[in-house]
């Protein structure tokens, strides 16, 4: 079956990432109706499977804006990841959790039933064997001659299989209770499989099992960004009530600051571009950037109005909202200059 074959599953949880960010919901529907189901023998832009190639965000209607929120949401949900190039945007999707494309490594695991299920199949056990005996078209005459004999004391060979001992999935009636020590260690392993059955961000985090376990009926990307804001904080005195507090809010708080020792090439490429803004007449919005720039977040120009973004995404596409965005603000400039020679 081609790519452009065939159709893709879409889950009814992807409802919920539709109400949380309706351009994220948007770019995952085509990442998904582009990506490969099979390693293509020849690609212009080498894709692999499960990769498709973006760029063309306004065929869904997103501004661009939206689009790199749509990439900030899918990459901190653990659903695609992305990789910026000369030609585009690669996206892989890395989470069948909301949408499966149905690629070839799930066919082939599909493809060949398990050992088991075979089994069940071609060979019916040894109760349903005697079950579905037929009986003879005509009773023989010792049968009739027997008919009014007593039963014998011993039992037959069939009786023996229909009533032998039961099997270790079938627990004796008469099997005796357990003692306190036996009950107390089933409560203990009981109890460390249920532990482990929370999200892996809390690990490192110092919360008992029952602590973590109340974090469950939150969503996992709410409970990790819990579970960051309490890293960063100093002297919580209590880690658990912090984090059901982040949780509950109708809007994730942003983190605190983190110290940094070394900045990031994304950070020296936002201080470079506030800068610019600096000497060019925006001192006001380059001095909020200044607190908002250690925290991967600033504010740029684009077509004369400010416009938040994260500085979580690859050096090539805030390099290029860079470039566009000094480029229509030495544009706006040359305008106003050019209008000022005229009434002169």
């Known amino acids: 079956m081609k790519t452009s074959e065939g159709f893709v599953k879409l889950y009814r949880e992807a409802f919920d990432l539709l109400k949380d960010s309706r ?16 390693d293509p023998t020849y690609s212009v832009h080498k894709l692999k499977v499960n990769e498709a190639l973006l760029g063309d965000y306004e065929i869904i209607g997103l501004t661009r804006s939206e689009y790199r929120t749509a990439i900030e949401k899918l990459e901190k949900d653990g659903l695609v990841k992305f990789q910026a190039t000369p030609k585009g945007t690669i996206a892989t999707l890395i989470n069948k959790a909301l949408l499966d494309i149905n690629a070839e490594s799930d066919e082939t695991d599909d493809k060949s039933p398990l050992n088991s299920h075979l ?29 009014d004999k007593q039963p014998s004391e011993k039992p037959t060979d069939r009786h023996q299989i229909a009533f032998r001992p039961p099997r270790d999935s079938q627990p004796a009636a008469n099997t005796p209770p357990l003692t306190k020590k036996e009950e107390k260690e089933e409560e203990k392993r009981a109890a460390a499989a249920s532990s482990r059955a929370v999200y892996k961000c809390l690990d490192g985090l ?14 996992e990307h709410r409970v990790a960004h819990a579970a960051e804001f309490v890293k960063r904080k100093q002297n919580v005195d209590s880690p658990i009530g912090l984090m059901m507090w982040v949780c509950q809010q109708p809007s994730l708080p942003e983190l605190p600051r983190e110290s940094r020792k070394n900045v990031t090439p994304q950070q020296k490429l936002a201080w470079e571009y506030n800068q610019f803004l ?12 200044e607190e908002k720039i250690p925290n991967d977040r600033m504010v740029i ?34 305008i106003v200059q050019g209008l000022k020679g005229d009434k002169l």
Do not use: V, W
Not at 23 to 38: M, N, V
């Open 206 to 219: 110092d919360l008992s099992d029952q602590e973590k376990r109340s974090l469950m009926c939150y969503s």
């Open 301 to 334: 120009l684009e077509q004369g109005q400010p416009m938040p973004i994260t500085l979580n995404h690859p050096l090539q596409i805030l390099q290029e909202d860079f470039r566009k965005s000094k480029e229509e603000i030495l544009k706006s400039q040359r």
């Open 23 to 38: 351009p994220a919901f948007l770019l995952l529907l085509l990442i998904g109706f582009r990506a490969k189901r099979i």
């Open 278 to 289: 600096n000497s060019n007449g925006y001192a006001a919005q380059a001095r909020q950037n």
């Open 119 to 147: 089994i069940a199949i071609e060979q019916p056990t040894l109760d349903q064997e005697i079950a579905t005996l037929s009986p003879s078209e005509k009773p023989s005459k010792l049968s009739i001659e027997n008919h």
